[in-house]
C-alpha cells in the first residue's frame, strides 16, 4: 500500500498495511530458473544487511503456474504479530533442486557481527483461526453436482 505509507515500518502496524504472498516449495529434479539468479548471489547475501547486484529476471518466475489462491487477513509472523496483513496463498508450489534449497538454508538471521540462527526451522506454530473470513477463487465442486455451489464465475468490465 505505497499509497498509504511511506515505508514497510509505518504499514506493518497499520489497518491493510502489508501484503504477503505464500509459496510453498517442493523438491524436485528441475530447478527453478527465476531462483536461480537469487541462489547464484547467496554467497554474497548471507547475513542480514549484505546486499548484491542481480541480474534481471522475472519475478513472476518466483510463483507457481496458477490462478488459483486463499487469501485472508491475518498477522504478520514474528513479533510484533500485529494483524494488519493480507495474506495470499498459493494453492500450487514451485518446485526448486536439492541445491537450490541448501542455497537459502545457509542465510543467517542477523549480520556478520552478530549472525544468529541460520533460517532453517524458523516457522510460525499454526495460530486459531478467530472467526477469520478465508476467500478463494478456487472452484472446489470442479463442475461436479455437488451441493456446494459452483464457485466459477465470468466476469466481464466494460
Not at 32 to 55: H, P, Q
Not at 77 to 86: A, K
Not at 120 to 139: A, G, K, S
Amino acid at each position: 500500500n505505497s499509497q498509504l505509507y511511506n515505508n514497510h515500518t509505518e504499514a506493518q502496524d497499520q489497518a491493510h498495511g502489508v501484503v504477503a504472498i505464500s509459496v510453498m516449495i517442493q523438491l524436485s529434479t528441475q530447478g527453478n530458473e527465476a531462483l536461480k539468479v537469487l541462489t547464484s548471489a547467496m554467497d554474497k547475501i548471507r547475513y542480514a544487511g549484505s546486499w548484491s547486484e542481480l541480474s534481471p529476471f522475472p519475478i513472476a518466475g518466483l510463483l507457481p503456474s496458477t490462478g488459483n489462491y486463499i487469501t485472508y487477513e491475518g498477522s504478520l509472523t514474528q513479533p510484533p504479530c500485529h494483524e494488519t496483513v493480507n495474506w495470499i496463498l498459493m494453492n500450487k508450489p514451485i518446485y526448486i533442486e536439492k541445491q537450490q534449497l541448501h542455497s537459502l538454508r545457509k542465510l543467517h538471521q542477523g549480520n556478520v557481527l552478530k549472525p544468529k540462527a541460520r533460517m532453517v526451522n524458523n516457522f510460525r506454530p499454526t495460530q486459531q483461526l478467530h472467526h477469520r473470513t478465508l476467500r478463494t477463487n478456487i472452484d472446489f465442486t470442479n463442475g461436479q453436482n455437488l451441493n456446494c455451489p459452483s464457485m466459477a464465475q465470468r466476469v466481464v468490465y466494460t
